[in-house]
């Protein structure tokens, strides 16, 4: 298999969006992230997988932490933000928690320390101990075969 037809599979994996931030000195540095998961419940861990050339790789590891915000559907313009589809600089309004910038009114924020650290193939895996966090109402931004998304029946099944 190519990497074309293995891209295409993974992106058949509906995922949420996330913007991880961190601070090192007075700089903020912020990027969009759909790699991420839950890893254990005692303790609270979770992991967000970044680009070896991605700056955010040496933000995080002289950080020694990192807060991760899972965007709401109205929050896509963050999400291309962040990722560095937008080219003009904004000035971001944070929502602050635990001195970890993080994106306001996003569905959850949480703060983590750095647990691990992986090197996994073109990637470093990030292991954070969550800290805090803070939950709110709204629909989550989803990302499906390289689009973004909107859940079409948000009714709970029981």
């Known amino acids: 298999m190519d990497d074309r037809m293995f891209r295409n599979?993974?992106?058949?994996?509906?995922?949420?969006?996330t913007v991880v931030t961190t601070k090192l000195g007075?700089?903020?540095h912020g990027m969009t992230a759909n790699a991420f998961m839950s890893v254990s419940l005692n303790p609270k861990l979770v992991v967000v997988s970044v680009d070896h050339k991605a700056t955010m790789k040496r933000y995080i590891s002289n950080s020694g932490k990192f807060a991760i915000s899972f965007l709401k559907q109205e929050q896509k313009d963050l999400?291309?933000?962040?990722?560095?589809?937008?080219?003009?600089?904004?000035?971001?309004?944070?929502?602050?928690?635990?001195?970890?910038?993080?994106?306001?009114?996003?569905?959850?924020?949480?703060?983590?320390?750095?647990?691990?650290?992986?090197?996994?193939?073109?990637?470093?895996?990030?292991?954070?101990?969550?800290?805090?966090?803070?939950?709110?109402?709204?629909?989550?931004?989803?990302?499906?075969?390289?689009?973004?998304?909107?859940?079409?029946?948000?009714?709970?099944?029981?």
């Open 79 to 158: 999400s291309a933000y962040f990722a560095g589809q937008i080219e003009e600089t904004r000035d971001i309004d944070f929502y602050w928690f635990h001195e970890l910038p993080t994106i306001k009114g996003a569905l959850v924020n949480m703060v983590c320390d750095l647990q691990d650290v992986i090197d996994a193939g073109d990637h470093t895996l990030f292991i954070g101990k969550v800290t805090d966090l803070v939950i709110r109402e709204g629909d989550p931004l989803a990302f499906y075969e390289g689009k973004y998304r909107e859940l079409g029946n948000n009714e709970r099944v029981k």
């Open 9 to 17: 599979a993974m992106g058949k994996f509906t995922t949420g969006v």
């Open 26 to 28: 007075e700089e903020i």
